[in-house]
């Protein structure tokens, strides 16, 4: 399926910046940043990377997929969760370095945490304490993130 789906070399700025070729830079990892917003709101959801598959897929199966660096794996979102995002759109920025997804999100959440948002904290700026602690803008979490993926140790790398 995403086979079928073919990205353009990139041969020119005028190409990139102002053609209708869709002509991805993906860094020297092989990795697109991905901004992921909510459709209906445009709160922002979380920031994943794609490769080259993901985008693929994504454009594909109408349905994001991005690439988990601390796994090493291509990854459906929802699929264990069933926290599936659906794309309502997808853009590309100018020079086609960086992609910005509307997504409807099934069961309202999007962060492996259980958080609506993998942006829940808050960090105060401007004048006063050295260290100061983040400040929660979530106040509940929309699912339990053990009972969807068990006790199983968080794979994010720290």
Not at 99 to 113: K, P, T, Y
Request: glycine fraction near 8%; proline fraction near 5%.
């Amino acid at each position: 399926m995403s086979d079928f789906i073919r990205f353009f070399p990139r041969q020119s700025i005028e190409q990139v910046e102002e053609g209708n070729e869709l002509a991805p830079k993906f860094d020297e990892h092989g990795l697109i940043p991905c901004i992921t917003t909510a459709a209906g709101t445009g709160e922002v959801l979380m920031l994943g990377y794609m490769n080259e598959e993901a985008l693929k897929r994504t454009i594909a199966t109408g349905e994001a997929h991005y690439w988990s660096r601390s796994r090493q794996v291509l990854w459906h979102k929802g699929a264990t969760s069933g926290l599936v995002q659906t794309v309502e759109e997808l853009r590309i920025d100018d020079d086609q370095d960086a992609i910005w997804l509307r997504v409807s999100v099934q069961g309202d959440a999007s962060c492996h945490v259980g958080y609506r948002s993998c942006f829940y904290r808050a960090v105060p700026v401007g004048e006063g304490e050295a260290e100061r602690p983040l400040e929660y803008r979530e106040s509940e979490k929309t699912f339990d993130p053990v009972a969807v993926y068990g006790d199983a140790p968080n794979p994010t790398k720290l």
